[in-house]
């Protein structure tokens, strides 16, 4: 599962600053996930609920932050709202959109005691 590998990604991150900063246990995981990104947040939640067993986060809450997609139309110069990564200018219908945000997926912060 694409999400599950995901997840350990982020853990381990969560696990490097807990133990640098010679914390105990982690509280919380704030992530930001782009609508682009092509990660399901369900399946995330769910990956991260078998994942953090036996880690520092195992009591850890998941927090995630979906960031909308946005593009700018080369044609039109419009800044417009988008839902695909392909997404043809819903403004103009000419331009192929390029993607300004909603591809993010990184950990924002994490809390740690
Ligand atoms: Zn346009």
């Known amino acids: 599962m694409h999400e599950m590998s995901i997840v350990s990604g982020i ?3 969560a696990e490097n600053e807990a ?3 010679g914390a ?3 509280n919380s995981v704030e992530i930001e996930v782009g609508q682009l990104a092509g990660v399901e947040i369900l399946s995330l939640e769910f990956c991260f609920e078998v994942a953090r067993r036996g880690t520092l986060a195992e009591q850890a809450e998941l927090v995630i932050h979906e960031i909308p997609g946005l593009g700018h139309c080369p044609d039109c110069g419009r800044d417009v709202e988008v839902d695909y990564f392909m997404a043809v ?3 103009c ?3 192929l959109v390029e993607i300004l945000q909603g591809k993010e997926l990184r950990v924002r912060s994490i809390n740690v005691d």
Do not use: T
Request: glycine share 14%; net charge positive.
């Open 24 to 26: 105990r246990v982690i």
């Open 19 to 21: 133990r640098s900063a």
């Open 11 to 13: 853990l381990d991150i």
């Open 89 to 91: 200018c819903p403004a």
């Open 93 to 95: 219908g000419q331009g």
